[in-house]
């Protein structure tokens, strides 16, 4: 896959396999600091998607479901970033927890527009959250090109994001990974951007 111009080098892979093994920078460049990013959220939440859309800036019509791991490295800023995103299906969800430990930032996507499990992605998503109490959360609203997503502020109280005040840093964002979210509010590049200033911090 050819790398976009600019600083901005990314790497993308699906598989199982995947997440063991990392690209290098180019002998010349400078040390870069590593750091990994968390994706995660229940099967078909859009995952994929948004991994895809963050590291190639573009989007994709279809992508298969996740069986296993996919794993992408994004060089920017000074950063080598490695997004981990392990699958949402029930028997995957047990090995959440095992992840935690390497992260430093998790992000949860949700379904704005599957409200029959929005229990579920709650109780998973505080899980988690118990488990690691002072890892950033980034919360992805997706699907919001859908006519009837919940709103960003909807799913703050479906998801009881308000509990966790103060307790940690915090942020939820719209989202859409399709073609006709490239140039609006709901672009999944915000998040990237997001991602970059919170790992530049000390």
Known sequence: MAEPQGSHRYRYRRGARSCGSRD?????????????????????????????????????????????????????????????????????RAYWPHYLSQADVLVF???????????????ELHALLAAEPRLPLVVLANKQDKSD????????????????????????????ATWASLSTATSVLRVKSLLVTLLSQP
Not at 110 to 122: E, G, M
Not at 149 to 176: K, M, N, V, Y
């Open 149 to 176: 997503a919940l709103s960003a502020a909807e799913l703050r109280e479906e998801l009881d994001l308000h509990t966790l005040s103060g307790q940690r840093e915090l942020f939820l964002l719209p989202t859409s």
């Open 24 to 92: 290098q920078p180019d002998p010349a460049s400078p040390q870069l600091d590593w750091r990994q990013v968390l994706v995660l959220g229940l099967d078909g939440a859009g995952k994929s998607s948004v991994l895809h859309y963050i590291c190639s800036q573009t989007a994709r019509e279809r992508i298969a479901p996740t069986r296993g791991f996919n794993s992408a490295q994004l060089f920017v800023e000074g950063l080598e970033m490695d997004l981990l995103e392990v699958g949402g299906s029930q028997n995957l």
């Open 109 to 123: 996507v949700v379904d704005s527009v599957d409200r029959s499990r929005l229990l579920t992605a709650r109780q």
